[in-house]
């Protein structure tokens, strides 16, 4: 099915240790994102991708780490989880960018609590 | 720089009655303006865009929203609201002079809609 998934859907781990969140899309669209919901704070962006091996930070990058070494793929690492980075991860993905009016295609998220 | 403001955390309406979401945003050059819709347990959706032309657009589900450049507004209406309606809201705003990626996109907090029967 065309779309954009991310997996796992809930995740528990520990303070500490290396989390890995996937996000799979099949548009071949050339944007992917990384944002995270928390209350009170709405959507935050964490990362971002113009295209494959392209990264660059968004609001809130500290403690994460991406990758994209296939358009298809945006794989998100938080190296050593801590409890503040308990919340929900939204992956999405755009033709061409939120600033030329392409609208963002969203996974339906990742519910990570970081005990 | 840009910004959105959504007024409103939580707006509760009774069923069959109107609704609208309030949007401001904050911007120096013209703008791109998105509502989303988020449902329980799911990621955000389109719900309608403005880019040009015509002020007010609509969505397929009986929603609309009417750009007001004086006001800096883009609020959200619909005449009648059903309990499938209640959901997340969110206004966004990006201008097509950004740099072209996410760093563009600038979202509101969101806008619970309470629908009550």
């Known amino acids: 099915d065309a779309g954009i998934t991310q997996s796992p859907r809930y995740k528990i781990t520990e303070t500490g240790r290396q989390v890995t969140l996937m996000c799979h899309q099949t548009w071949s669209h050339s944007y992917m994102f990384w944002y995270r919901q928390d209350l009170g704070h709405g959507l935050r962006l964490i990362y971002y991708s113009a295209a494959a091996d392209i990264t660059d930070k968004g609001e809130v990058p500290d403690g994460y780490v991406v990758s994209r070494s296939k358009t298809e793929n945006f794989p998100l690492t938080l190296e050593s989880a801590t409890r503040s980075q308990t919340s929900v991860y939204f992956c999405?993905?755009?033709?061409?960018?939120?600033?030329?009016?392409?609208?963002?295609?969203f996974g339906n998220g990742t519910r990570l609590t970081v005990t | 720089a840009q910004s959105v403001t959504q007024l409103d955390s939580q707006v509760p309406v009774f069923e069959e009655a109107p609704v609208e979401l309030r949007c401001n945003y904050s911007s120096s050059v013209s703008v791109y303006l998105f509502w989303y819709v988020q449902y329980p347990n799911q990621g955000l959706q389109l719900l309608l865009k403005y880019l040009s032309g015509s002020t007010l657009v609509e969505s397929i589900n009986g929603f609309e929203a009417e750009f007001n450049k004086s006001q800096t507004s883009f609020h959200l209406r619909k005449p009648s609201v059903h309990i499938s309606d209640t959901a997340e809201y969110f206004c966004?705003?990006?201008?097509?002079?950004?740099?072209?990626?996410?760093?563009?996109?600038?979202f509101g907090k969101g806008t619970h809609l309470i629908i009550q029967p």
């Open positions: 966004a705003v990006t201008s097509p002079y950004s740099g072209g990626g996410a760093d563009g996109l600038t």
């Open positions: 999405a993905s755009s033709e061409s960018g939120g600033a030329r009016g392409s609208p963002l295609h």
